[in-house]
């Protein structure tokens, strides 16, 4: 190592220089000839990306919703008690279920691939979303512990599928010279949809005291067309996933460089 490190950079050489030949086209980005090469792969980060923001930072929006029957409240109760109750529930989660899904990501993501494991993640957060939001009234009646199962697995399959790979894919499918911009377009993208599934929240609790005050099921309604809303939110990103995002494991870095110059315009889909 100490004869490597005092070698002059001088006499440092490549082992294939590039020819001239050789060299990588340039071209703006956003041109026409980007979007011909990496317009669907662009959009397909950025889509996926945006629609998991919708349904992940939603569910953790109105998680005080779904603890609150969880939690032993009474009159006695100050916001700081209730506070900490929620955020033990929240550590609990957490704990089982959020952080092993990232451990599930690291140990499969290279045998499995980044494309599956989304696929796998946006359709199954899917079910489990129109699993606690189709019979909704039947779960909050009494206090079923099946209905804490399932919530806590939608953030499992969060983060062992699209919360990782969204990060993963944009990363490394895009050159170099064009990672770090089209990756900081896909991560502006997806907090739009923070925002979009924030303010589409808000708007279902403002709307909550529009219902007749006599049915005892009125203010569970918008937390049930949330919650089915968000399920059809992840199957969209299963559609998405599935018709535009490539696999990019086993794929070098240097291999996206050469930005498709001998393939199609259209990048193809591994099925």
Same mark, same amino acid.
């Not at 506070?83 to 959020?98: E, P, Y």
């Not at 359709?123 to 909704?136: A, D, E, H, K, S």
């Given at each position: 190592?100490?004869?490597?490190?005092?070698?002059?950079?001088?006499?440092?050489?490549?082992? @294939?220089?590039?020819?001239? /030949?050789?060299?990588?086209?340039?071209? #703006?980005?956003?041109?026409?000839?980007?979007?011909?090469?990496?317009?669907?792969?662009?959009?397909?980060?950025?889509?996926?990306?945006?629609?998991?923001?919708?349904?992940?930072?939603?569910?953790?929006?109105?998680?005080? &919703?779904? *603890?609150?029957?969880?939690? !032993?409240? /009474?009159?006695? !109760? /100050?916001?700081?008690? =209730?506070?900490?109750?929620? %955020?033990?529930?929240?550590?609990?989660?957490?704990?089982?279920?959020?952080?092993?899904?990232? *451990?599930?990501?690291?140990?499969?993501? /290279?045998?499995?691939?980044?494309?599956?494991?989304?696929?796998?993640?946006?359709?199954?957060?899917?079910?489990?979303?129109?699993?606690?939001?189709?019979?909704?009234?039947?779960?909050?009646?009494?206090?079923?512990?099946?209905?804490?199962?399932?919530?806590?697995?939608?953030?499992?399959?969060?983060?062992?599928?699209?919360?990782?790979?969204?990060?993963?894919?944009? #990363?490394?499918?895009?050159?170099?010279?064009?990672?770090?911009?089209?990756?900081?377009?896909?991560?502006? !993208?997806?907090?739009?949809?923070?925002?979009?599934? %924030?303010?589409?929240? &808000?708007?279902?609790?403002?709307?909550?005291? =529009? *219902?007749?005050?006599?049915?005892?099921?009125?203010?569970?309604?918008?937390?049930?067309?949330?919650?089915?809303?968000?399920?059809?939110?992840?199957?969209?990103?299963?559609?998405?996933? *599935? #018709?535009? !995002?490539?696999?990019?494991?086993?794929?070098?870095?240097?291999?996206?460089? @050469?930005?498709?110059?001998? =393939?199609?315009?259209?990048?193809?889909? %591994?099925?």
């Amino acid at each position: 190592m100490e004869k490597i490190l005092d070698l002059p950079l001088s006499q440092i050489q490549e082992d @294939k220089p590039l020819d001239d /030949d050789d060299e990588l086209p340039h071209f #703006a980005l956003l041109s026409t000839r980007f979007l011909r090469r990496h317009g669907v792969e662009l959009f397909s980060c950025a889509a996926t990306w945006f629609l998991l923001d919708v349904a992940f930072y939603s569910s953790n929006l109105f998680q005080s &919703q779904i *603890y609150q029957q969880y939690l !032993t409240l /009474d009159d006695s !109760t /100050d916001v700081y008690e =209730e506070a900490i109750k929620v %955020a033990g529930l929240q550590a609990l989660i957490a704990i089982s279920a959020t952080i092993p899904g990232y *451990y599930f990501t690291v140990f499969f993501i /290279d045998r499995v691939g980044r494309r599956k494991i989304q696929l796998m993640g946006f359709t199954l957060m899917g079910f489990l979303y129109l699993g606690l939001g189709i019979p909704y009234f039947f779960w909050r009646k009494p206090k079923h512990a099946g209905f804490i199962i399932l919530y806590g697995l939608t953030f499992f399959f969060a983060n062992f599928g699209p919360n990782t790979t969204t990060f993963i894919v944009p #990363a490394e499918l895009f050159p170099a010279r064009l990672r770090s911009t089209c990756h900081g377009i896909s991560g502006a !993208t997806g907090k739009i949809g923070a925002v979009v599934g %924030a303010v589409g929240i &808000q708007r279902a609790w403002g709307s909550s005291g =529009e *219902y007749n005050e006599g049915d005892p099921d009125s203010k569970l309604k918008p937390m049930r067309a949330a919650l089915v809303v968000l399920g059809a939110v992840c199957f969209l990103g299963t559609v998405v996933t *599935y #018709a535009f !995002t490539p696999e990019t494991m086993r794929r070098s870095l240097e291999e996206n460089e @050469k930005e498709r110059e001998t =393939e199609s315009d259209v990048p193809a889909v %591994a099925l």
